[in-house]
């Protein structure tokens, strides 16, 4: 099996909503997330990290499942804000973002509406040791 430990993460951002703007605030000479080896990429293929926020459709999930399927292995999701984990801007979209929960692993939540940058950090951060500590991503 191959080691778990990284000193960089690769961070695919994915959905609709004000917590990407949130997120990619943590890019800015302010929080500048890059010194911790975070960085943020566009393909699937390049991602360790994807992270799911806003608000999702039938059309958002699929494609949301597609792209978790073309990461490599080791992968994991980070569920951010208020939208994806109370289901708060669409209540007639509440099985779908079931639907999503039953087939992928969401391996860390990240409350907010939005979140802080530092709160998103502050998480990433300890997603990073855990993963280089081989314990279980709670």
Same mark, same amino acid.
């Given at each position: 099996?191959?080691?778990? &430990? ?8 994915? *959905? ?11 890019? *800015? ?5 890059? /010194? ?44 951010? *804000? ?27 939540? !990240?409350?907010?509406?939005? +979140?802080?940058?530092?709160?998103? !950090?502050?998480? =990433?951060? /300890?997603?990073? &040791? ?5 314990? +279980? =991503? /709670?």
């Amino acid at each position: 099996m191959p080691s778990l &430990a990284r000193s960089n993460l690769n961070i695919l951002v994915a *959905g609709l909503g004000c917590c990407k703007q949130e997120i990619f605030a943590t890019q *800015g000479a302010l929080y500048d997330i890059q /010194r911790f080896g975070v960085n943020f990429v566009s393909n699937a293929e390049d991602a360790d990290i994807l992270v799911i926020q806003g608000f999702y459709n039938k059309k958002g999930i699929t494609r949301v499942l597609n792209i978790y399927d073309r990461m490599s292995s080791p992968k994991w999701i980070i569920a951010v *804000g208020s939208c994806v984990l109370n289901e708060n801007l669409f209540k007639l979209e509440s099985k779908l973002l079931s639907q999503l929960r039953n087939k992928v692993a969401i391996n860390m939540y !990240i409350p907010g509406c939005p +979140p802080r940058p530092e709160a998103f !950090i502050y998480a =990433i951060l /300890r997603f990073q &040791a855990e993963i280089n500590n081989n314990l +279980p =991503i /709670r």
